[in-house]
Nanobody, 120 residues
């Protein structure tokens, strides 16, 4: 059974940092691209970052570029999202999702999400 489990969310002040983790099981992470999505209340879910499988190519939505960093550790079956300089508008439920090989719009497996709240 394929599974993704996010952790690391919480309450942080503006300007602070969090590191989200996405622990995977049931499939070979090395052959999967992993994306991070977020969904804020009343807004559509958006893909904010993705890392491909073999060459670890990354992409970011403009709103998080230079603040967020995605990385992967295949040996630990984990993908990370380092979030720095957090803003109130980053408040959302963050999800990781997996698909074979390269980053696209459709994903096969999803996690349950972790809440990130940026507030003073």
């Amino acid at each position: 059974q394929s599974q993704l489990v996010e952790s690391g969310g919480g309450l942080v002040q503006p300007g602070g940092s969090l590191r989200l983790s996405c622990v995977t099981s049931g499939f070979n992470l090395a052959t999967y691209a992993i994306a991070w999505f977020r969904q804020a209340p009343g807004k559509e879910r958006e893909r904010i970052s993705c890392i491909s499988s073999f060459d670890a190519t990354t992409d970011y939505v403009d709103s998080v570029k230079a603040r967020f960093t995605i990385s992967r550790d295949n040996a630990k079956n984990t993908v990370f999202l380092q979030m720095n300089s957090l803003k109130p508008e980053d408040t959302a439920v963050y999800y990781c999702a997996a698909r074979r090989f390269v980053c696209r719009d459709d994903y096969e497996y999803w996690g349950q999400g972790t809440q990130v709240t940026v507030s003073s």
